[in-house]
């Protein structure tokens, strides 16, 4: 039985993201022969944060909200991952998330563990003051739990780079001045007047279109007119797919949290941003678009399935409906592992979350080196580095999948825990 959770009066999936990860962690552990003392660290998380914080409404009222940091693993640098804020945020979805920090930054080869974290709301309730208060209320809660050597956060859903300036304007008030300047990078993916990367709004978008790319590359396979469905038109999904129409493919389908919409003959990806731009975020009524029921999006005839939403969104039920014959996935753990099952049988490949949209943090890695060194990069040499650093990462996967006869989301976690395995072995276990 599925649970589910009210949300702008609109019935959304209880994540059960943890079972999921720890499903697909153990396969690997098993298909590696993973070291059993390593395995024992690596299935439990670092530190688990669980605050209560009060703040004031705009009424005047005092409302308490809950929020979480998990840190994972910290074995190859410090943590990193983002924050969201979202109703269906609970202990298990947070610790689910950092796991697969740890396995994202590892694949990438990034020196950082993993973390995750945020608060449990929905933003939509709130006023952008309230928003501010709540966000800076948090930052001073976590306090000293997050640092720029020790856990950097960083944007996730519903959260964005205003988000971030206020975290970080927040973390260094509570610095001598002699210390501010040296703390700017506690948080990544803010904007770019306030020490942000050039680029970042696109770097998760960027590498999910990348990874396909390079997959159709191996294939054989001609993108131009081939065509797409996404799953969330925020920012992972309208870069995604801004990138993907500049080189002929067509978006013919897309669903965010408002509804459904559909045209065989294509979406504009700009024409479909400016009208969400100018309807408070949804893509209902967008000309030249049929509405559809909600729970028809994964049977809609397409090529490329892109899920950029929350977790657990293709089920086994829906994984015996979808038309698509690649998967990539822009959000995390989209797929359960029960519905891999049957993609696989049905030769659907998938190209797994931890590959997929690792642009994210890539680019978040680009913008720690910047403040950390006071340097400042442009962005067409951000594009490349991007691109240079998935490609690499994609061709160790891919040719590695081939070579071992395995799907891509057990390679890289293999490659991904691997990583980690060796830095344990080198370094020993304190004490």
């Not at 950092?98 to 709130?126: E, N, V």
């Not at 797994?352 to 949209?357: A, E, H, K, R, Y």
């Not at 403040?371 to 991007?386: A, C, Q, S, T, V």
Request: proline letters at 4%; aromatic letters at 8%.
């Amino acid at each position: 039985m599925t649970l589910t959770k009210k949300m702008n009066d609109k019935e959304v999936p209880k994540q059960g993201m943890l079972q999921n990860v720890m499903k697909q962690f153990d396969a690997a552990s098993e298909l590696m022969n993973l070291n059993p003392n390593i395995k024992k660290i690596l299935s439990v998380a670092n530190n688990e944060l669980i605050i209560h914080f009060p703040v004031r409404m705009d009424n005047g009222d005092v409302e308490i909200f809950k929020g979480y940091r998990v840190q994972h693993n910290n074995a190859l640098g410090p943590y990193k991952g983002g924050l969201r804020f979202h109703p269906t945020i609970d202990i298990d979805a947070v610790k689910a998330l950092a796991m697969w920090m740890t396995w994202k930054t590892s694949l990438a080869g990034l020196p950082y563990g993993g973390a995750k974290g945020g608060i449990q709301m929905d933003p939509l309730k709130y006023s952008t003051s309230e928003l501010e208060r709540i966000t800076r209320r948090f930052a001073y809660a976590l306090g000293d739990n997050i640092g720029p050597e020790h856990d950097i956060p960083a944007p996730d859903v519903n959260t964005n780079a205003q988000t971030m300036a206020w975290i970080a304007d927040t973390y260094m008030s509570t610095k001598t001045p002699s210390e501010r300047s040296k703390n700017q990078h506690v948080v990544t993916g803010k904007p770019v007047g306030s020490g942000g990367l050039e680029g970042r709004d696109r770097a998760t978008g960027f590498g999910v279109f990348l990874t396909i790319k390079y997959w159709a590359e191996y294939k054989n396979i001609d993108l131009k007119d081939k065509t797409f469905i996404v799953q969330g038109f925020g920012n992972v999904g309208y870069w995604a797919s801004h990138f993907l129409q500049e080189v002929g493919a067509k978006m013919v389908g897309v669903q965010d949290a408002f509804g459904t919409i559909v045209n065989p003959k294509g979406l504009e990806v700009e024409s479909l941003l400016n009208h969400t731009l100018a309807n408070d975020g949804s893509i209902l009524g967008f000309p030249d678009s049929e509405a559809v029921d909600k729970d028809s999006f994964f049977e809609l005839e397409c090529d490329i399935c892109i899920p950029a939403a929350l977790g657990n969104q293709i089920t086994e039920e829906r994984a015996r409906k979808i038309k698509a014959f690649l998967i990539a996935e822009g959000a995390n753990g989209p797929t359960t592992v029960e519905a891999e099952v049957i993609l696989k049988d049905r030769g659907i490949d998938i190209i797994p979350d931890i590959l997929c949209n690792s642009g994210g943090v890539v680019g978040s890695y680009f913008e720690w080196l910047q403040n950390r060194n006071g340097e400042l990069w442009g962005l067409d040499e951000i594009m490349i580095k991007l691109d240079k650093k998935i490609k690499e990462v994609f061709k160790k996967v891919y040719e590695t999948s081939q070579l071992k006869n395995l799907d891509m989301r057990s390679t890289a976690y293999m490659i991904a825990i691997e990583r980690i395995e060796r830095a344990y072995i080198q370094r020993g276990i304190f004490p």
